[in-house]
Structure formats: structure tokens, C-alpha cells
């Protein structure tokens, strides 16, 4: 009982130490030991441990002044991966990442106005490539989505209106015997995630994330987990009927926000079609200078505002990060967005409003949030022993 008590202890210590690898990319091997706490000659042991099991791997510090030479620790160049899935409005991605989180696409395509079983087919396909390439050391899957997740399931998926998705497809073409786990999210969610831990919002003990892509959906981010709600389906604030009643949603309800703050509004100001790709039509208006334009991305940018100040008198924030297009869209039409914002705000918040921030992952939160959730579930401390169990 004591050897398991044990040996349970040591890789709660090496989850920690990959944790910190991970929150500080390039942090040195001296540096390391003092955040744990430990001293230098546990810290050798412990990183002996970790490179015999391929978890981490260590190449020389740059020197700087006199002293003893140290390292700096890095992935174990065999060690395990994850693969991070990003199926969005307009195109999906994927990309593989180290025990240290750095990531690398391996693959991209669009898909906007597409068939979306004919899109799982073609994701389905590429994440087989990456599974056979990186045999015996893939070890979780995490799939973020422009939809709705409820209790493991895609219930809606938002740029189609299509409920009940089946994305067990995505991974038919790995083996069952892999047994890899595969975990799903919403990525606005995984976004907010991503934020909290290393981002705009890093070291804040309350942050509220808001991403506009196709409509905005966002997450109340608490001591770096997301408020996930009792059926995991928090965070659709843009189905709160902050709009006008008169418009319909996609997801069944009427005056919803999300019509009001992406690229469809803006058309919709402009008396245009409804685009296929409302990020990418964000993109195209922004390079224009036409009144007509900018009175368009006033409007948007007072209805971001107004919502966003509701949602802090709601949520009682310490910051708010911005993901998707939501910064670009505040940026066309700065004074009116601060203005709507503070109009929103209860009178005791106007002398200090938090304050809103654009998101340091941009339109990738959802991506780098998928790799963080994966590497969570890889590097807590029983999956470490597997992983070394596995080897030997």
C-alpha cells in the first residue's frame, strides 16, 4: 500500500511539472524546481524519470552571467501527442501537439456552403492519416465545433441549423483497439479555455471569453476551468434575445444576439445576401470606407457593447477577452462599442468596468483551447503511469 501510495505521489509531482512546462514554454530546469518547490536534486531525479519515460526532454539554457549551467525543458521528441480537431463555419483543421502544447497544423480545408456528411468524410479521412503516421503515440482526440455540446453530444450545429450530429465518424478510421479517448467541445468554450490558461486572461481568477464567428458564443472562465452548466451546454450567450424579435434564429428562438453582432448583421445593414462565410465577409467590409459601411459596423459594434455589458453586470468578471472577429468588429467602430458598453453597465461599475481585452489567440482559440483540454486529460497522474507503463 505504501509503494502505491508512493508511487501514486511521483507522477502527481511529474503532472505538475508538465503542467508548468506547458504554462511556460522555455521555462529552465532551475526555474521549474523552485515553481514546485523542490530542490535541485529532486528536480534531477524527477526529470530523469520523465525523459526515461519520453514525457520531457532537455537542451542547454542560453548562458547568462556566471553561476552553474541549467536547461531548458521541452517535449520528449517520441513522447505522446494529441490531436486537436476544429470543424468551424468555414472550414475545419487539424493539428497535433507535444506534452508542451506546441502545436502544428497538418491539415486544412474549407467547406463553407458544403454538404456537411461529405465535410465529416474528408475530416474523417485526414484524421486516419495523422493516427497511422503517429501510431503508438497518439493519445487523445479532442474535436471543438461551431455548435451547441451537450453531455458529450453535438445537439446543434450552428452554421447548418442541423441538430443531433454524429461525430463518431470523425474517428471511424482509427482502430477501437487504440482505444484512444475522445472528448468534444464547443469552441467558444475550448476558446475561453485557452485564454484563461495562457492568453489575454491568464492568472485572472474570473474571466468571461466571448468569440464571434458565426454568431458569438463564449464561457465563463473560473480558476482556468469553463463553467460548463448541468448539461455542458453553458456559454450560448448568443442565443440570449438581446436582438430584435422580429428576426429567427437558427436555433429555434427568435431576437436572439447572434443576429446582431457577425457578418450576417452587417449585410443585413448593408440590404445584401446573407453571406456564406460570415468571418470572411467581416474581413471584405473592414476593407472598405464607405458611409454606408461604417455606419453598419456602428451598428454591430453598439450591439456587442450593449450585450456585453449586460453580461458583466451578470457575471461580475475581472476581465473580458475578445475571440473570432468579435476585436475587429469592436475596432471598426470603437467609440460606439465603449459608449453602448458603458450605457449598459449598473452605476456602481462605470468608475471601474473591467476591462475588455482582445484575445491573444485570435480567430485559433479554439484550436490551441482543443490542444489544452486533450493535454489535460493525457498528463493527469494515472494517465502518466499508463503511458510509462506502456513503454516498459
Known sequence: MAS???????????????????????????????????????????????????????S??????????????????????????????????????????????????????????????????????????????????????AGTVSEARLVQFTPRGTRDVDLSVLTRKI????????????????AGLAEARTGAARGVATALHLMVALGIGGALV???????????????????????????????????????????ALARHLGVAEPADPVAFVHQALESSQANERRAFQRVAGSLGRGIGALVNLHDPEVVTLGG??????????????????????AFRKDAPPPVRDAQYGEDGPLHGAVIRALDHVSTPDALAAWAERLR
Open 175 to 190: 482502430p477501437r483497439r487504440a482505444g484512444l479517448p475522445v472528448l468534444l467541445g464547443n469552441d467558444a468554450t475550448l
Open 325 to 346: 472577429v468579435a476585436a475587429l468588429l469592436r475596432a471598426s467602430a470603437a467609440d460606439d462599442f465603449d459608449a453602448a458598453f458603458r450605457d449598459a453597465l449598473m
Open 4 to 58: 502505491a501510495h508512493a508511487g501514486r505521489l511521483r507522477w502527481t509531482t511529474a503532472s505538475q511539472l508538465l503542467a508548468v512546462v506547458r504554462d511556460e514554454p522555455g521555462i529552465t530546469r532551475a526555474a521549474a524546481a523552485v515553481r514546485l518547490g523542490i530542490g535541485s536534486g529532486g528536480a534531477s531525479d524527477l526529470i530523469g524519470r520523465l525523459r526515461q519515460a519520453r514525457l520531457l526532454d532537455e
Open 222 to 264: 473560473v480558476n482556468g476551468e469553463p463553467v460548463s452548466g448541468g448539461h455542458g451546454a453553458a456559454g450560448e450567450y448568443g442565443h440570449i434575445p438581446f436582438g430584435d424579435p422580429a428576426l429567427a434564429c437558427l436555433c429555434g428562438a427568435r431576437g436572439c444576439w447572434d443576429m446582431t453582432v457577425d457578418g450576417r
Open 60 to 145: 542547454p539554457a542560453a548562458v547568462q552571467g556566471r553561476g552553474r549551467p541549467t536547461t531548458v525543458l521541452g517535449a520528449h521528441p517520441a513522447g505522446p501527442l494529441v490531436l486537436a480537431a476544429d470543424l468551424s463555419a468555414a472550414d475545419w483543421r487539424l493539428a497535433v501537439a507535444g506534452i508542451d502544447g506546441a502545436l502544428d497544423v497538418v491539415a486544412r480545408e474549407e467547406h463553407a456552403g458544403g454538404e456537411l456528411d461529405a465535410t465529416l468524410a474528408r475530416m474523417s479521412g485526414a484524421i486516419g492519416a495523422v493516427y497511422r503516421r503517429h501510431t503508438g503515440r497518439l493519445a487523445a482526440v479532442t474535436v471543438s465545433v
